[in-house]
């Protein structure tokens, strides 16, 4: 994400590949982009009520203010690795220009936004399976200094991409567990509910709300 605090656009990512796995025509690509976009959008709603009602400090907050005036062993830095230092300068796996979302924790979006995507995705394919992966060649951003490693994550499902997206924000130190698995659950009811509502509007079921003119 770089500097920005949008989300991505892995979830249309997903979906492109899907659509050019499955070879879906005009009509069905539409009808999936459709559901999977409004999933993600409904789960960014439901996520930000929760980090709004909630409050949550991040993890460079709490181990900052927790372990202020003790030594721990963290990440140093980029090109430094596993050093020694104050509680107080901890700092989360993420590039210098980028440490931490500035708001709050809980729920994590990234779960969210991925659970959502990934129930309707198993939903309208009828199956979990999903068989991407993706090859990292050059350096971490948070890391450049250190030796680039051939990386290779593969997908075999969907629930599998969620979950990793999900367990991301624990590897990079900005989200705890429980704003993980919040989040979730959070995004499985989003992506359940917008599957149905799209259905629904597929099959011409969706009762049309009242229009008053002025």
């Not at 509502?197 to 008053?212: I, L, S």
Request: glycine content about 10%; charged content about 20%; overall charge positive.
């Amino acid at each position: 994400m770089g500097q920005r605090t949008g989300k991505h656009g892995g979830a249309c990512w997903f979906t492109t590949f899907i659509v050019e796995r499955d070879k879906l025509g005009l009509t069905e690509t539409v009808k999936l982009f459709f559901a999977v976009s409004n999933a993600v959008f409904d789960a960014s709603i439901a996520t930000w009520k929760a980090k709004r009602f909630y409050g949550y400090c991040r993890p460079i907050t709490a181990i900052r203010y927790l372990f202020r005036g003790k030594t721990i062993q963290a990440w140093g830095g980029a090109g430094k690795g596993v050093v020694d230092l104050p509680g107080e300068l901890w700092r989360p796996f993420q590039a210098d220009n980028f440490l931490t979302p500035p708001f709050s924790e809980y729920v994590s979006g990234h779960s969210a936004f991925s659970m959502a995507a990934a129930t309707v995705l198993k939903a309208y394919t009828g199956s979990n399976q999903f068989g991407y992966f993706y090859m990292q060649r050059k350096p971490l951003t948070a890391d450049p200094p250190e030796e680039a490693l051939v990386i290779l994550l593969v997908w075999n499902t969907f629930r599998d991409a969620a979950f990793d997206a999900s367990e991301s924000r624990l590897y990079g130190s900005i989200h705890f567990y429980e704003g993980n698995v919040a989040g979730l659950e959070r995004g499985k009811k989003m992506g359940t509910n917008a599957f149905q509502k799209a259905q629904a509007y597929r099959a011409g079921t969706v009762a049309q709300p009242a229009v008053e003119w002025l």
